[in-house]
Structure formats: structure tokens, C-alpha cells
């Protein structure tokens, strides 16, 4: 099985290079038949990279210790879900996947994509082909998952104890969904200036593919989050870590992509923006793969690598990178720019929320690299942290929030801003109603995190404004105000939720990180310890013993004035093969806040020591996430955005103009 999957790896190599030669000699050339092979191509390509994974998988699930990568990275005693999640807890194995991702995608190009020009459709697929040419040798040569072991062990060395969770099954396929699903972006980009043909339609055909990234980012994102929330024990929900940054500034850059193809889509405006945007979210996407694998960061999240591997992505990096924008560089001056509006409009708010975007972006990406130029150049190593990226993503962050609840509210090509604050006032008084309520009757709210309170309210109550508004809720009836709400296109349903999820996610990190209360004690069994009204007594030790490691399990029993709300659990792992502690924390959620118990060294005398954390509204921070996810999806269904779906023109009765946003 094991040489069945590194074959089918071969011959997925050979099939991509013939679909990145092979359809773009078609389309240059005008040959429909050549231009008809990239299609079938794709779809084996995809089969052969398949069956290459679950050869991997099967190795994993088998603990077939002949395999150098399972050796490496698995045991016989894990539970059978962390040895097949495991197969991607690896630099080979998640680059296979990656790959895996890659073909997956232009399949469904090739599958769905049958109201593409064909010469359009060609080159996209050619594009995808020689990405997925270039990755695949990569792993051939540098990365190879398959390589067997002479004397095959009995047993592997485990897989790093905090990879064995289930964040592992959802986070690194979520994350790579949205990093390689830009990759089609990309593809769409560089066919554009390829043909040297940009227009409406191509905004239509490649925003649906944009979307359905930046929704698989977003979850990947927010379950990266959490994961490091719950299993790292740092209590935090977000660390500035250059490898979560490496996900950030691709989900900034393709926010604003979005953005962009609506205008483009809508008004035929900002041609060369949204292609330049496409190029430089999926070099985004690129530049965190090499900062994972090169072994040029040290983080938590990150792989140890040889420098090899790391000059071969970095090669990568300047080929599509380079490439992409030399050809840019080349063909922008021949397109044309669009379409003209007034600086007052929903064009001119899109735009404004583009520049703060992409400046927030690449405020991450200094603050990330400059580390690693600087110790390039002199040879010191410094350090850029929290305190940087708060101040400046913070100040940048605040002005595009404000202005969120406008641009959906404005017309197209020219708009009346003081039509739109009047239409606003509502949401605007209730928002300083929660900023004052939050500041007068919460304990301890300094005025900054009223004001945060204020623009999360701000944000939540625009959005339904947007919903009430483009319903008629106020100026008809309510049932003729029913029947415009349900008839409203799902596009406008999807960007109310994604505004509204941000607002949710704004009021959790605000909370948590202005009104979060933290103890830190020894506590012996039967000591008890207040936090936030609540008690909490501690039980004593329990050693225990789990199928590949032992834990000494603290019991902890939660009260609040008297009353028992049940029993907490947290401990200290260890995993004899990896010779690796964890720390599992105790979590307990009281609504939409959560109690975090995080247990650290044991004293002697049978104490140990404890942090205690209230964490007000933090779940409302993953909460937010996944309502924007569902916003992108409802977008996703909207009819006129799905894949291939023609442009159909509907004349709605009785209701006003809705454009989708």
C-alpha cells in the first residue's frame, strides 16, 4: 500500500505538469480538443493524490512503523482518532494534504466551471496544474512521506502531545481549505492578465471561490484559537504568535478581496485592484507556508524543519510571488480601470475599507518579518509583541468598525451620507445606551471598555438596521414587511450575519480582555478560593492513567452563594514516549462567559499551584466566527453566486431595490 501511494504521487506530478502545458498551449493557440484535456486531467490528478493520502492514512491507522513518517510521529497506544489525525500533525504529511487540497480544488473547477470561456477555463486549470507540478516535486524530492525504514522498530516515538486533540481533526484541514482554496483566486488572476480580458463577469465567477476560502479561513482560524485557548493553558485566545499571524494577513488580504469583487462585480469598478489583491492573498497564503516550514520562526505552532526544505519554499515564494507580479506589472497598464463613482457611495465605503484592511495587513507582516530581517542583516534577535500589534492593528481597527454599518446602507455610484445617519440614529442611540449602561453598572469598566462595548452594539444593531431597512420594517405593514425580509436575496442575509458575527466577536475580545478577573494560589485539598462570585474548592490529586500517557487529574467543586454547580477537572500529563508534559485545563462555561482552571506545579505538603481565571463573554469571540461563517455560506447560496450560475436579471414586485453586498 505504502508504494501504491508514493506511485500514484509520481503520476499525479506527471499529470499536472500535462495540465500546466498541455490546455494553455490550447488557449493560446485556439485548439478546443487541447484546451478540452485540462479538465480530465484535473479530475485524475485529484484521484491519484487521493488514493496517494490514504495510503498514508491506511499506514497511520495500521501503525505500520516500516514508514519513517509514522516512526516519527505515531504510537501503537493512541486511541485510533489521533493516529489517523496524525497524519497531517506532521511537515510530510500536512504538506500531502496541502496538496491533497490543492487538486481538490481544481477538480471542482474542472466539475463546476462549465459557463467558463474555454480558453478562460483552460488557463485557470493550467495555472492550478503548475502549482500543484511545483508542490508535488517539492515533496518528492525534499518531503517524501513514504520513505521506508531498513530495520522497522516495534514502536513509533509518538506524536507531539499537543497535536493528540481533537483541534487537530478540525484546525489544520479548515486552515488549509481557506490558505489553498485562494489559490484559485490566484489562478483566475493570472489567467485575467494571461488574456489580457478583465471584466464584470470574471468578478462573478471567481467571488464565489474567494467566499468559499475566506469561510474555510475564518473557521480555521477561529478553531486555531480555541484550540490554543483550551489545550496550551496560557488562558489566552489569541498570543500575536508569527505563525498565527502567517493565517492572519491572508484572511485580512482576502476580506478585501472580497470586497473588492463586489464592486467590480456590481459596478465594474476596480479591475486592477481586485486582481492585485488576488495575487497578493494567495502570496500571503504562500509566505505562511514558508514561515511554518522553513524553520526560520520558533513557535509553537510551527514545524522543525531542515533548511532545505525551507530554500526550496522559499524558491517557491519568488517563482509564483515574482512571476505573478512581473506579469502584473506587464499587462496592468493595458487594462482599464472601470467604472467611476462619487467618493460618497457604497464603492467609495468598500474602497475605504480596503486600504484600512490591507495597511492593517501589512502592519502584521512588518511586525512579523522585521524580527527576521533584522537578525538577517546584524545578527541580533529581537522580539516584536503584543504591545506592538495591539497599538497599531488596534487604532487601525477602530475607524474601518465605525464604518462598517454605512456601507450597506449606501447607494451605489453616489450616496447620501446624511440619509444614511438618519437611519442610523436608532442603532447609534441604543449603542451609547450599552456603552453607558456597561460603564455606570459593571464593576470595574475603565471608559475605553465601555467604548468597546459601545462600537460591538454599534456593529450588531447596524446590521439588523440593514435587514429592517431593505425589509421596509417601519414604513409598510408588517406583513408586507414579513414577505420583503423572506424574500430578500440571500447575499443580503449573508453580509447582515457576517457584520453582525464581527460585532459578537468585537464584544468577546473586548470583555475578556478589559473585565477578565485572574487568581493565581496554592491550594491544598479543602482550600477554597472567590473569584467572580464564584467558589471554588479544591478536592485533591487523582493519578490516573490514559491509553499513552499518565495524569494526576485535580478535582475541583464550583459553588456560587452556596449552591453547587457541579465539579471541575484538570491535571498534569505526561507522555512517556515523546518524554513531553502537558497541561489540560478545566473549563467550565456559565452562560456565555467561561471559568478557566489552569493547574501548574505540585508542592510539597500535597499543595498545588492554581490559575484561576474569569473570562467574561469569551465565548462570544468563536461565537462571532462562526456566525460570519455562516454568513459566507448564505452568500455562498445565494443563486447568482453560485459556480457557473448565469446572471439572471429579477424584477422584484412591490419591494425596493436590494443589490447584494
Known amino acids: 500500500m505504502v508504494e501504491i501511494g508514493h506511485f500514484a504521487l509520481v503520476?499525479?506530478?506527471?499529470?499536472?505538469?500535462?495540465?500546466?502545458?498541455?490546455?494553455l498551449a490550447g488557449a493560446r493557440g485556439g485548439n478546443g480538443r487541447l484546451m478540452a484535456v485540462g479538465g480530465p486531467v484535473a479530475v485524475t490528478a485529484f484521484a491519484m493524490v487521493a488514493v496517494s493520502f490514504a495510503a498514508l492514512t491506511i499506514s497511520y491507522g495500521r501503525s505500520d512503523f516500516s514508514v519513517e513518517n509514522v516512526w516519527e510521529n505515531s504510537h501503537s497506544l493512541k486511541p485510533?482518532?489521533?493516529?489517523?489525525?496524525?497524519?497531517?500533525?506532521?511537515?510530510?504529511?500536512?504538506?500531502?494534504?496541502?496538496?491533497?487540497?490543492?487538486?481538490?480544488?481544481?477538480?471542482?473547477?474542472?466539475?463546476?466551471?462549465?459557463?467558463?470561456?474555454?480558453?478562460?477555463?483552460?488557463?485557470?486549470?493550467?495555472?492550478?496544474?503548475?502549482?500543484?507540478?511545483?508542490?508535488?516535486?517539492?515533496?518528492?524530492?525534499?518531503?517524501?512521506?513514504?520513505?521506508?525504514?531498513?530495520?522497522?522498530?516495534?514502536?513509533?516515538?509518538?506524536?507531539?502531545?499537543?497535536?493528540?486533540?481533537?483541534?487537530?481533526?478540525?484546525?489544520?484541514?479548515?486552515?488549509?481549505?481557506?490558505?489553498?482554496?485562494?489559490?484559485?483566486?490566484?489562478?483566475?488572476?493570472?489567467?485575467?492578465?494571461?488574456?489580457?480580458?478583465?471584466?464584470?463577469?470574471?468578478?462573478?465567477?471567481v467571488r464565489p471561490w474567494t467566499l468559499a476560502a475566506w469561510v474555510f479561513l475564518t473557521g480555521g482560524i477561529a478553531m486555531g484559537s480555541y484550540w490554543a485557548y483550551y489545550e496550551l493553558g496560557w488562558g489566552g485566545f489569541w498570543f500575536w504568535d508569527p505563525v498565527e499571524n502567517a493565517s492572519f494577513m491572508p484572511w485580512l488580504a482576502g476580506t478585501a478581496l472580497?470586497?473588492?469583487?463586489?464592486?467590480?462585480?456590481?459596478?465594474?469598478?476596480?479591475?486592477?485592484?481586485?486582481?492585485?489583491?488576488?495575487?497578493?492573498?494567495?502570496?500571503?497564503?504562500?509566505?505562511?507556508?514558508?514561515?511554518?516550514?522553513?524553520?526560520?520562526?520558533?513557535?509553537?505552532h510551527a514545524f522543525a524543519t531542515d533548511p532545505t526544505r525551507g530554500v526550496f519554499i522559499l524558491c517557491i515564494l519568488v517563482l509564483f510571488v515574482g512571476g505573478s507580479l512581473a506579469l502584473f506589472a506587464w499587462r496592468?497598464?493595458?487594462?482599464?480601470?472601470?467604472?467611476?463613482?462619487?467618493?460618497?457611495?457604497?464603492?467609495?465605503?468598500?474602497?475605504?475599507?480596503?486600504?484600512?484592511?490591507?495597511?492593517?495587513?501589512?502592519?502584521?507582516?512588518v511586525g512579523t518579518l522585521y524580527p527576521l530581517v533584522v537578525e538577517a542583516v546584524s545578527g541580533e534577535k529581537i522580539s516584536v509583541g503584543a504591545p506592538f500589534f495591539n497599538l497599531t492593528f488596534g487604532l487601525l481597527m477602530l475607524p474601518l468598525l465605525a464604518l462598517v454599518p454605512f456601507g450597506p446602507l449606501l447607494a451605489w455610484k453616489r450616496g447620501d451620507l446624511a440619509a444614511v445617519s438618519q437611519r442610523l440614529m436608532a442603532a447609534f442611540g441604543l449603542a451609547l445606551l450599552a456603552a453607558l449602561v456597561s460603564l455606570i453598572f459593571v464593576d470595574g469598566v475603565s471608559a475605553f471598555a465601555a467604548?468597546?462595548?459601545?462600537?460591538?452594539a454599534w456593529l450588531i444593531l447596524g446590521a439588523l438596521t440593514d435587514l429592517a431597512f431593505k425589509s421596509g420594517l417601519g414604513a409598510v405593514t408588517a406583513p408586507v414587511a414579513l414577505r420583503r425580509f423572506v424574500g430578500l436575496p440571500r447575499s443580503v442575509f449573508g453580509t447582515a450575519l457576517a457584520h453582525l458575527g464581527l460585532g459578537l466577536t468585537t464584544l468577546g475580545i473586548v470583555c475578556v480582555v478589559s473585565m477578565q478577573g485572574e487568581r493565581i494560589l496554592v491550594m491544598k485539598p479543602g482550600d477554597t478560593a472567590e473569584i467572580a462570585g464564584y467558589a471554588i474548592r479544591f478536592e485533591g490529586l487523582e493519578p490516573m492513567k490514559g491509553p499513552n500517557f499518565t495524569e494526576e487529574r485535580a478535582t475541583?467543586?464550583?459553588?456560587?452563594?452556596?449552591?453547587?454547580?457541579?465539579?471541575?477537572?484538570?491535571?498534569?500529563?505526561?507522555?512517556?514516549?515523546?518524554?513531553?508534559?502537558?497541561?489540560?485545563?478545566?473549563?467550565?462555561?456559565?452562560?456565555?462567559?467561561?471559568?478557566?482552571?489552569?493547574?501548574?506545579?505540585?508542592q510539597d505538603g500535597g499543595g498545588l499551584v492554581v490559575r484561576i481565571w474569569w473570562k467574561p463573554m469569551v465565548t462570544l469571540i468563536w461565537l462571532g466566527a462562526l456566525v460570519m461563517m455562516a454568513g459566507g455560506t448564505m452568500s455562498l447560496l445565494d443563486r447568482r453566486l453560485r459556480v457557473g450560475a448565469p446572471s439572471r436579471a429579477r424584477k422584484a414586485v412591490g419591494r425596493p431595490e436590494v443589490a447584494a453586498s
Open 11 to 23: 503520476l499525479a506530478l506527471a499529470l499536472s505538469l500535462v495540465q500546466s502545458v498541455v490546455p
Open 80 to 205: 485510533m482518532l489521533f493516529k489517523l489525525t496524525g497524519t497531517w500533525g506532521n511537515h510530510e504529511g500536512s504538506m500531502l494534504l496541502w496538496v491533497l487540497i490543492l487538486t481538490l480544488f481544481g477538480a471542482l473547477v474542472a466539475a463546476f466551471g462549465r459557463n467558463l470561456p474555454a480558453s478562460l477555463k483552460a488557463t485557470v486549470l493550467a495555472v492550478q496544474g503548475f502549482i500543484g507540478a511545483v508542490f508535488l516535486l517539492f515533496i518528492l524530492t525534499t518531503s517524501n512521506p513514504f520513505v521506508r525504514l531498513v530495520n522497522p522498530p516495534m514502536e513509533g516515538r509518538d506524536l507531539n502531545p499537543v497535536l493528540q486533540d481533537i483541534g487537530l481533526a478540525i484546525h489544520p484541514p479548515l486552515l488549509y481549505l481557506g490558505y489553498v482554496g485562494f489559490s484559485v483566486s490566484f489562478a483566475f488572476a493570472v489567467a485575467a492578465l494571461i488574456e489580457g480580458r478583465l471584466d464584470a463577469a470574471w468578478a462573478r465567477w
Open 258 to 300: 472580497l470586497h473588492s469583487a463586489i464592486v467590480m462585480e456590481k459596478r465594474g469598478a476596480l479591475k486592477i485592484w481586485t486582481v492585485l489583491l488576488a495575487i497578493l492573498t494567495f502570496s500571503l497564503s504562500l509566505l505562511g507556508t514558508f514561515l511554518v516550514r522553513s524553520g526560520v520562526l520558533t513557535s509553537v
Open 332 to 365: 496592468a497598464p493595458g487594462l482599464t480601470a472601470g467604472g467611476l463613482f462619487q467618493p460618497i457611495s457604497r464603492e467609495g465605503a468598500l474602497v475605504l475599507n480596503n486600504l484600512f484592511l490591507t495597511t492593517a495587513a501589512a502592519t502584521v507582516l
Open 451 to 456: 467604548a468597546g462595548v459601545g462600537l460591538s
Open 556 to 602: 475541583f467543586v464550583l459553588s456560587r452563594d452556596g449552591s453547587p454547580l457541579g465539579s471541575m477537572h484538570a491535571s498534569k500529563r505526561f507522555y512517556p514516549a515523546r518524554g513531553m508534559p502537558t497541561t489540560e485545563a478545566g473549563i467550565r462555561t456559565l452562560g456565555f462567559s467561561q471559568l478557566y482552571v489552569s493547574p501548574g506545579d505540585i
